[in-house]
T-cell receptor
Framework: GQNIDQPTEMTATEGAIVQINCTYQ??????LFWYQQHAGEAPTFLSY??LDGLEEKGRFSSFLSRSKGYSYLLLKELQMKDSASYLCAVPDSNYQLIWGAGTKLIIKP | IAGITQAPTSQILAAGRRMTLRCTQDMRHNAMYWYRQDLGLGLRLIHYSNTAGTTGKGEVPDGYSVSRANTDDFPLTLASAVPSQTSVYFC?????????????FGAGSRLTVL
């Protein structure tokens, strides 16, 4: 079966850096996705990793280690608008996404 | 504005009633999906359609049905609603050109079954 684990909630300070971890178990591997979801809104796509290493996209970076079944999302220079839930997802054997429960990130001034 | 439109935005429904959630996209995406999102749980796939005329079952299909008569529309029907179907429902779409799992979501439909 497939399983995705991420912390339920994290708190960080405006201007700081935060790392949101995701561990997964899959029978095969077809990439790992991160989405952002503000409260009361729809999820929006952030990043996709299929190879090991760090993918940087502005203030957000995503890292993948396939051998460890591990990814993290790194958010730098945190802004209040980054307060949201961050969802980790991996495709199943039918290429449909299996989602983690999400990590709620609270940014404090 | 290109995207996905869902209706209704919210609905309170008596148990046993039939309900159809509407979803329309104007991006000409091939694939469409219906998810439900419940507190403390990840998004769970109900049904999907890889192309017009085809549908498939997701993780939690029981009590729901879908149809895909054309590219743009993907309605979700609850034949006889039950309280456990109280949830926020998201419709999404994707296209191979932008990535099969790079999903565009609608704003969601909040359904309460009493």
């Amino acid at each position: 079966g497939q399983n995705i684990d991420q912390p339920t909630e994290m708190t960080a300070t405006e201007g700081a850096i935060v790392q949101i971890n995701c561990t997964y178990q899959t029978s095969g591997f077809n990439g790992l996705f991160w989405y952002q979801q503000h409260a009361g809104e729809a999820p929006t796509f952030l990043s996709y990793n299929v190879l090991d290493g760090l993918e940087e996209k502005g203030r957000f970076s995503s890292f993948l280690s396939r051998s460890k079944g591990y990814s993290y999302l790194l958010l730098k220079e945190l802004q209040m608008k980054d307060s949201a839930s961050y969802l980790c997802a991996v495709p199943d054997s039918n290429y449909q996404l299996i989602w983690g429960a999400g990590t709620k990130l609270i940014i404090k001034p | 504005i290109a995207g996905i439109t869902q209706a209704p935005t919210s609905q309170i429904l008596a148990a046993g009633r039939r309900m159809t959630l509407r979803c329309t996209q104007d991006m000409r995406h091939n694939a469409m999906y219906w998810y439900r999102q419940d507190l403390g749980l990840g998004l769970r796939l109900i049904h999907y359609s890889n192309t017009a005329g085809t549908t498939g079952k997701g993780e939690v299909p029981d009590g729901y049905s879908v149809s895909r008569a054309n590219t743009d529309d993907f309605p979700l029907t609850l034949a006889s609603a039950v309280p456990s179907q109280t949830s926020v429902y998201f419709c999404a779409s994707s296209d191979e050109a932008t990535g099969a799992n790079v999903l565009t979501f609608g704003a969601g439909s909040r359904l309460t079954v009493l």
